[in-house]
């Protein structure tokens, strides 16, 4: 059974920078795609980053958080990371890592089977 596992979540003043980590463990392989999406209350869950892990390549939505965001993947650590620097009010939601065993990045949360329980990011105002 693959098991997501989200961390490091918080509360920041905006202006300032939050790191977000996922490890994950089971049965994936080396093809699989990891993305983060998040949830606003009373909104949709919003595609943010996705790295594919064999491959190394990235994408991001590029509306809402790019050049303030970025994926990357820590090898010794085995996690996938989102550094959030510049955080608005506006990045205020419950951030989910998500995982498909497949190697191509999605936007759809549809496409991703697995789901960590989501981390808290707060941004005051």
């Known amino acids: 059974q693959v098991q997501v596992v989200e961390s490091g979540g918080g509360l920041v003043q905006a202006g300032g920078s939050l790191r977000l980590s996922c490890q994950v463990s089971?049965?994936?392989?080396?093809?699989?795609?990891l993305a983060w999406f998040r949830q606003a209350p009373g909104k949709e869950r919003q595609f943010v980053a996705c790295?594919?892990?064999?491959?190394?390549?990235?994408?991001y939505n590029t509306d809402s958080v790019e050049g303030r965001f970025t994926i990357s993947r820590d090898d010794a650590r085995n996690t996938v990371d989102l550094q959030m620097n510049s955080l608005k009010p506006e990045d205020t939601a419950v951030y989910y890592c998500?995982?498909?065993?497949?190697?191509?990045?999605?936007?759809?949360?549809?496409?991703?089977?697995?789901w960590g329980q989501g981390t808290q990011v707060t941004v005051s105002s």
């Open positions: 998500a995982v498909r065993t497949f190697p191509l990045c999605r936007r759809n949360a549809d496409d991703y089977a697995y």
């Open positions: 089971g049965p994936t392989g080396n093809n699989y795609a």
């Open positions: 790295l594919s892990w064999g491959s190394g390549l990235k994408s």
